[in-house]
């Protein structure tokens, strides 16, 4: 998250830049619930800037997914229905499968050891109970494993998909079921890499993929249910 000086005010990047970054990690962290409603005014007085750089991050947030902008109402955290998590998911097999095979046969051994580093400071972030980090960090392995396949437009599509499902998977890891089976999966995804074994890595990732989705939506029925 950007630093704040001793007024509150931003430094280093751009106000909206900012700002849009404090936000996001509200929304992903479930500080900013779904549904709720994010006024500029509010958020203008607590950063200590003007509306203006707010509303640019907004909308920023908006092309996101993130934040959804209705009349009458202004900008709210947007939700997604059973359906459209389902879709989201289905999506992520379908590019993710494609970055995943064009990157292996390109790694080199100092991107699978970055891969490597991301897992082991993911399995101390699990042991320590720092649930901040363990969506930030599952992103940025999954990220790293397609770096290779130079397709950096799929790759933001790619990013940007993670980031509107990023919120979900954060509640679903309380459960220690799904964080062991997120950790054994990847690293055995990291493992067919390191072997070069692309038809083994694709079909556990678009497996991976699809029991993630299938467990999220049972955790999140059950909630609902409770």
Same mark, same amino acid.
């Given at each position: 998250m950007a630093e704040k000086n001793k007024t509150g005010v931003f430094k280093r990047q751009t %106000?909206?830049? *900012? &700002? *849009?970054? *404090?936000?996001?990690?509200e929304i992903l962290s479930g500080q900013q619930k779904e549904g709720a409603q994010l006024r500029q005014d509010a958020i203008a007085s607590r950063f200590n800037v003007s509306r203006i750089p707010v509303r640019e991050a907004l909308r920023q947030l908006e092309a996101e997914g993130l934040v959804t902008f209705y009349a009458h109402k202004g900008a709210v &955290? /947007? /939700?997604? /229905?059973?359906?459209? %998590?389902?879709?989201l998911f289905d999506i992520r097999r379908l590019l993710e499968? +494609?970055?995943? *095979?064009?990157? #292996?046969?390109?790694? $080199?051994?100092?991107? %699978? $050891? +970055?891969?490597? +580093? #991301?897992? =082991?400071r993911y399995d101390t972030a699990l042991e320590n109970g720092e649930v901040s980090l363990w969506g930030e960090l599952n992103a940025e392995f999954h990220h790293i494993l397609y770096i290779a396949a130079d397709r950096p437009k799929t790759l933001? #599509? &790619? $990013? =940007?998909?993670? =980031? =509107?499902i990023d919120r979900y998977l954060r509640i679903q890891l309380h459960s220690a079921g799904a964080r062991k089976n997120a950790r054994d999966d990847h690293w055995s995804l990291l493992n067919f890499c390191k072997a070069g074994d692309v038809e083994a890595a694709i079909k556990l990732l678009d497996s991976h993929i699809r029991a993630g989705c299938d467990n999220l939506i049972e955790f999140l029925d059950a909630q609902a249910g409770s």
């Open positions: %106000i909206t830049e *900012a &700002v *849009a970054e *404090a936000l996001r990690e &955290v /947007s /939700s997604l /229905s059973r359906e459209e %998590i389902r879709e499968g +494609d970055l995943f *095979a064009r990157a #292996i046969p390109k790694m $080199q051994k100092e991107l %699978i $050891q +970055d891969a490597e +580093d #991301i897992l =082991n933001a #599509i &790619v $990013q =940007n998909l993670h =980031n =509107n």
